[in-house]
């Protein structure tokens, strides 16, 4: 029977005196300790650790509907106990490390993948939860390289229980290689060429993986490893875009599908490169590290740290997890290169926990060992002073990389004194000078964040003017203005949905659809959302969508290649077998779906479940039809039922059709998240005879002047493929502007006639062309660290008083 256990001698061992490393340092586990809680699960010692601390008491509080302890967190103490074992000998972390390993080995599945929650004591696992199903994604690769490490470290000390962990760390190792068959494969995603085999589309992961892989490969070397750690690594390093001026910076972006986003937690790229390139003598993946550290890194040094950038910075948010990347791959760098000024930044980075941040507020407390949880202002009451698992492991992941480096010890108390910054202006906020704009609220596009929540758009004869105030300080720096606005896609219109004068038989057979219809279709690597390491190709898994239309209906006929048909579940449940996702908007500027529901065959026969109104899609009717390789869905969807009153040749729709190929992977029609309904392909409804020349996008540009100079008119139907908001530079050369009074006028400069198009603008980011942040040392010296953005050179300055 599971029970809970606590060892009064284990809690003396574990939860004892700090040795006196600990309290000669910055590294204070205390918290960490208090967080973490010994138990018994199927007669097996392990600890689970709990996941909120709140102020002021800093007692134990679970996450409500997700469970009392994760792999997520369990997985990192484990790592931050085997570093400062360690950096101190004391062997009660070794203890505690092996209990939280311990842990990590009960919530491996036999295929290497990982749950991530247990809801009790007990060890109960929570298997269907969104952020604890069994996969091979973030908390799978905390557990890799948790697993990893424990190689390490216990290769060393208890070559048994090293074994042990091998084996584990094997499984999902091996999970990870199968992810990687498509190795030097492309995806061409808006004119960007990306490494299509990065595990899941998604390099923030795959760089924790990365971790594991270089720790275990440090102990036990082995081509298998090497291989896998190679393949990763390459597309991780290749996949940097943008330079020192040019969007997006000089950045390892978090996804593949989103070339221009970025978002500081977990983003272990650059830490992860290092790390492997040390391990397998890979200088280029440093070096490719290195030119992101000093260019896109390191303008949040000179400048200020942000959350994300995806399209114009977002400083608000600001986490342990977030800056603790930071640390850890400057603290990498020095220890590759040994060249100090990594040394510096890794100190500057880390001084964030000791004030030097947009609060002004220490956000590490080393007479505790409490990291709080965030700040979303640049206030002091702005701090989320709760003091979690997540935000104190990494706080302390961050202190120990830190601490055996006298430069960057030497750094940690800093604090700003003088700097300058840059300017987000919000072209929804702009007066209308001529016509009434079109305004469009949304938060996230699929690849980034529409800044603020909103957005203009500029149609013909519209005109706009924005007027903003510099100080005389800040009218002392030149500046690169850029624009965050729409880039439209090339000869984007709309896809054509005939007509049919007779309805089909809904059979599964599509035996009495017209031959000549157009269809859409799912079969290339670009148009995977995630998951496309795991594709085996168009021939085996793919899909093919024909539409049709009449007063009543749309019909939907969907090929599906498939090799096995799997779908063990009902109603609400069947995301968790094969299903196709359908989404729809009844207007292309629609601000919400208008439907979204699932085609499967059910258990209990077809099913359209619609997860709108959570129930079965009102007059839906649905067939099934198993074939050679695959199978047929054919359905007749009422119009109401899709919130769409009166359909008509000439409407447009958004629409998305998409569907899972195993683990967490999702391929659709666009490759885009179809949750946004700015995402879904435009469709237009038509009949024999129609003129479909409005289904053609016009070529639409934005016409910008700043002050009184002359106009610069930025093309933005340049898409190849389709839309998506960007950050494009206006001033090639630094300009300056007034003290005082400045006015950036803009306006619609794209085809008119009979078929205009908008210009959508988000915002205006204004840079200085060369940052500068001053800081003052406790022992008086003045820093002064500047950044060129022009020319990428960096400076940095003491001046002793």
Request: hydrophobic share 40%; net charge negative.
């Amino acid at each position: 029977m599971l029970r809970l256990m606590v060892f009064a001698a284990a809690l003396l061992l574990l939860v004892g005196a700090v040795v006196a490393q600990e309290d000669a340092d910055l590294v204070n586990l205390d918290h960490l300790r208090f967080l973490t809680e010994p138990v018994t699960v199927n007669d097996e010692a392990m600890a689970v650790v709990h996941i909120y601390s709140e102020y002021p008491d800093y007692e134990w509080v679970d996450a409500a509907g997700e469970g009392l302890s994760a792999v997520d967190d369990v997985a990192r103490a484990a790592v931050v106990y085997l570093w400062q074992y360690e950096r101190t000998g004391d062997s009660s972390l070794l203890e505690l490390a092996r209990l939280c390993l311990n842990f990590v080995l009960y919530m491996q599945a036999d295929d290497g993948e990982f749950y991530n929650f247990v809801t009790d004591r007990q060890g109960t696992i929570n298997r269907r939860g969104g952020t604890s199903f069994k996969s091979l994604g973030w908390w799978a690769m905390r557990g890799l390289w948790a697993l990893g490490e424990g190689v390490r470290v216990f290769d060393r000390v208890d070559k048994t229980y090293a074994d042990r962990l091998a084996e584990a760390y094997l499984r999902t190792e091996a999970a990870l290689g199968g992810a990687l068959s498509n190795y030097g494969e492309y995806i061409d995603r808006h004119g960007f060429r990306i490494p299509a085999w990065i595990p899941g589309g998604e390099p923030a992961v795959a760089s924790i993986g990365l971790l594991g892989l270089a720790a275990y490969y440090q102990a036990r070397p082995n081509q298998m490893t090497a291989d896998i750690t190679t393949r990763i690594a390459d597309g991780i390093s290749e996949y940097r875009l943008g330079d020192d001026r040019t969007y997006p910076f000089g950045m390892h972006p978090v996804s593949a599908n989103a070339p221009g986003f970025w978002h500081d937690w977990g983003a272990h790229m650059t830490h992860g490169l290092v790390v492997a390139g040390m391990a397998l003598d890979r200088d280029d993946w440093i070096q490719s590290a290195a030119a992101s550290a000093e260019s896109f890194l390191l303008r949040q040094l000179a400048f200020e740290r942000f959350r994300h950038i995806g399209v114009v910075p977002y400083r608000l948010e600001q986490i342990a997890y977030g800056t603790n990347m930071l640390v850890q791959t400057y603290a990498a760098l020095y220890r590759a290169t040994g060249e100090e000024r990594y040394a510096r930044y890794a100190g500057l980075a880390g001084s964030w926990y000791f004030g030097n941040n947009m609060a002004g507020v220490p956000m590490y407390a080393p007479d505790t060992g409490r990291t709080l949880d965030g700040i979303n202002g640049p206030v002091a009451w702005r701090v989320n002073r709760n003091a979690g698992a997540e935000s104190t492991i990494e706080g302390l992941m961050s202190l120990i990389a830190l601490a055996d480096i006298p430069q960057a010890v030497d750094l940690l108390r800093v604090q700003p004194v003088d700097g300058n910054g840059w300017l987000v202006l919000e072209a929804e906020n702009g007066e209308r000078v001529i016509g009434t704009p079109t305004y469009f609220p949304v938060n996230w596009t699929g690849e980034g964040y529409v800044s603020a929540g909103r957005y203009v758009g500029l149609g013909e004869g519209q005109r706009m003017r924005l007027v903003f105030e510099l100080t005389p300080q800040q009218a002392e720096d030149t500046y690169l203005v850029y624009v965050a606005h729409l880039r439209q896609a090339k000869n984007s219109g709309a896809n054509l949905i005939q007509r049919i004068e007779t309805p089909p038989t809904i059979d599964g057979s599509g035996a009495e659809w017209p031959h000549d219809l157009p269809a859409l279709e799912s079969n290339t690597a670009r148009q995977f959302l995630r998951g496309a390491g795991l594709w085996p190709g168009a021939d085996v898994d793919s899909h093919r969508v024909t539409l049709a239309w009449d007063d009543a209906n749309l019909y939907i006929l969907a090929d599906v290649r498939d090799p096995e048909h799997v779908q063990n579940f009902t109603l609400s449940n069947v995301w968790q077998g094969d299903t196709l996702w359908i989404y729809l908007t009844n207007d292309l500027n629609a601000r919400r779906l208008s439907a979204k529901f699932t085609l499967a065959q059910t258990p209990d026969g077809p099913q359209v479940w619609d997860w709108v109104s959570t129930g079965f899609l009102k007059g839906a009717v649905l067939a099934w039809q198993s074939g050679d390789g695959g199978y047929t869905y054919e359905a007749a969807v009422p119009w109401k039922s899709l919130d769409v009153e009166q359909p008509a040749a000439g409407r447009q729709i958004g629409f998305e059709a998409g569907r899972g190929i195993g683990g967490n992977s999702f391929m659709d029609l666009t490759g885009r998240d179809p949750d946004v309904p700015a995402n879904l392909l435009a469709l237009m409804l038509v009949e024999p005879g129609m003129d479909t020349a409005a289904a053609v996008a016009p070529d639409v540009a934005l016409d910008v002047r700043l002050n009184d100079d002359s106009s610069i008119i930025l093309p933005q139907t340049v898409s190849p493929d389709s839309d998506y908001f960007w950050l494009d530079l206006l001033t090639p050369q630094a300009i300056r502007l007034n003290v005082g009074e400045n006015t950036i006028r803009y306006r619609y400069a794209g085809e008119g006639g009979n078929n205009p198009g908008l210009s959508k603008v988000d915002a205006f980011y204004l840079q200085p062309a060369i940052a500068r942040r001053v800081l003052k040392h406790p022992d008086g010296r003045t820093i002064t660290l500047t950044y060129n953005t022009l020319t990428g050179e960096a400076t940095w300055d003491e001046e002793t008083p």
